[in-house]
């Protein structure tokens, strides 16, 4: 929160008085690789995927999703109560827990899927100074 409020100021050369643990998250989010880009922007919007200098980092790693949707389910690709394969990318993002909540919430929005899976972890990193805000 002092960050943001440092850098509305114009306050030059922001660092942390003390780096903490464990205040840092790991977003990771399974998607179809059509939608990657823009799944990734809104994370990165967000304030996901910053590493010390370094903004709009991420990992990504190509694999199959699979799912049955109940008869009730409304699937973006296949059908109701039919297994399906997605070719999909596994997109990891470090970002700060208080950033977390606002960037699952826009990840949603743009995310195709009725029920996206995600995952999260909780990271023992100290932070760094942190890139610049987008």
């Known amino acids: 929160m002092s960050?943001?409020?440092a850098g509305k100021l114009g306050?030059?050369?922001i660092r942390f008085l003390l780096n903490s643990k464990?205040?840092?998250s790991k977003l990771v989010v399974f998607a179809p690789k059509a939608d990657v880009e823009k799944i990734?922007?809104?994370i990165f919007a967000s304030g996901g995927g910053n590493i010390g200098e370094y903004?709009?980092?991420s990992f990504r790693t190509n694999g199959t999703g699979t799912f049955t949707g109940s008869k009730l389910s409304n699937p973006k690709i296949g059908a109701a109560k039919h297994f399906t394969e997605v070719d999909e990318v596994r997109l990891?993002?470090?970002i700060d827990s208080w950033k977390l909540s606002r960037?699952?919430?826009n990840m949603l929005k743009v995310h195709p899927y009725e029920e996206p899976a995600f995952d999260i972890y909780p990271l023992n990193n100290s932070n760094k100074i942190m890139a610049p805000v987008r």
């Open 92 to 94: 990891e993002f470090v």
């Open 55 to 57: 903004s709009d980092c």
């Open 103 to 105: 960037a699952i919430k």
């Open 3 to 5: 960050y943001q409020l």
């Open 11 to 13: 306050l030059k050369n």
């Open 22 to 24: 464990e205040n840092q």
């Open 40 to 42: 990734s922007e809104s």
